[in-house]
């Protein structure tokens, strides 16, 4: 069982940054995918940046730009730096990390409120 966890949430007013953190309880092969979703009150998840097994990055069109994805494989852990967040990026954010098409674990979830 793979346990991921989550930190750097907050309440941050509009043209804010955060950085979220996403740390796994174990060694995970550097060819499987990590990223990170976000579900919104009301709203279907949606993935927001993820580098997959290729090594390459995909954005959200609505956070490119803003946010960037990164990790540090040797301490098996993935960051999301968000900078000029805005209202509508107010959500709950889980990382994941996932093999192909068979998910590998999930974050319980970090809230991220954005003030006007």
């Known amino acids: 069982q793979l346990h991921l966890v989550e930190s750097g949430g907050g309440l941050v007013q509009a043209g804010g940054s955060l950085r979220l953190s996403c740390v796994a309880s174990?060694?995970?092969?550097?060819?499987?995918?990590m990223g990170w979703y976000r579900r919104a009150p009301g709203k279907q998840r949606e993935l927001v940046a993820e580098?997959?097994?290729?090594?390459?990055?995909y954005y959200l069109e609505s956070v490119k730009g803003r946010f960037t994805i990164s990790a540090d494989n040797a301490r098996n852990t993935w960051y999301l730096q968000m900078n000029s967040l805005k209202p509508e990026d107010t959500a709950v954010y889980h990382c994941?990390?996932?093999?192909?098409?068979?998910?590998?674990?999930w974050g319980q979830g970090t809230q991220v409120t954005v003030s006007a």
């Open positions: 994941m990390r996932r093999d192909g098409l068979v998910d590998l674990g």
């Open positions: 174990r060694h995970i092969p550097t060819i499987t995918a």
């Open positions: 580098i997959t097994s290729s090594g390459d990055s």
